[in-house]
Nanobody, 124 residues
Framework: QVQLVESGGGLVQPGGSLRLSCATS????????IAWFRQAPGKEREGVSG????????YYTDSVKGRFTISKDNAKNTVYLQMSSLKPEDTAVYYC?????????????????WGLGTQVTVSS
């Protein structure tokens, strides 16, 4: 059974950092691209960052470039999103998603499996 479970969200002050984790099971992570998406209240879901199945390529939406870093640990079946210099506009529910042999794109329709999300709130 394929599962993706996000964790690491919470409340953080502007300028702070969080590391999100996406724990996977039921498939071989090395064969899958993983991406992080987010959705804020009243807004459409947005692609944040993606990493290709072979980990050679990473992608970031413009608003998080230089602040977020995605990484993949196949041995631990986990993907991470390190978030720094957080801003109030980063507040959202963050989801991870998996696509077999994917390139890590930020197009949600290409992803086959999704987690339930973790809340990130950036506020003073």
């Amino acid at each position: 059974q394929v599962q993706l479970v996000e964790s690491g969200g919470g409340l953080v002050q502007p300028g702070g950092s969080l590391r999100l984790s996406c724990a996977t099971s039921g498939f071989t992570l090395a064969h899958y691209a993983i991406a992080w998406f987010r959705q804020a209240p009243g807004k459409e879901r947005e692609g944040v960052s993606g990493i290709s199945s072979d980990s050679r390529n990473t992608y970031y939406t413009d608003s998080v470039k230089g602040r977020f870093t995605i990484s993949k640990d196949n041995a631990k079946n986990t993907v991470y999103l390190q978030m720094s210099s957080l801003k109030p506009e980063d507040t959202a529910v963050y989801y991870c998603a998996a696509e077999v042999l994917g390139k890590g794109s930020l197009i949600s329709e290409t992803y086959d499996y999704w987690g339930l999300g973790t809340q990130v709130t950036v506020s003073s």
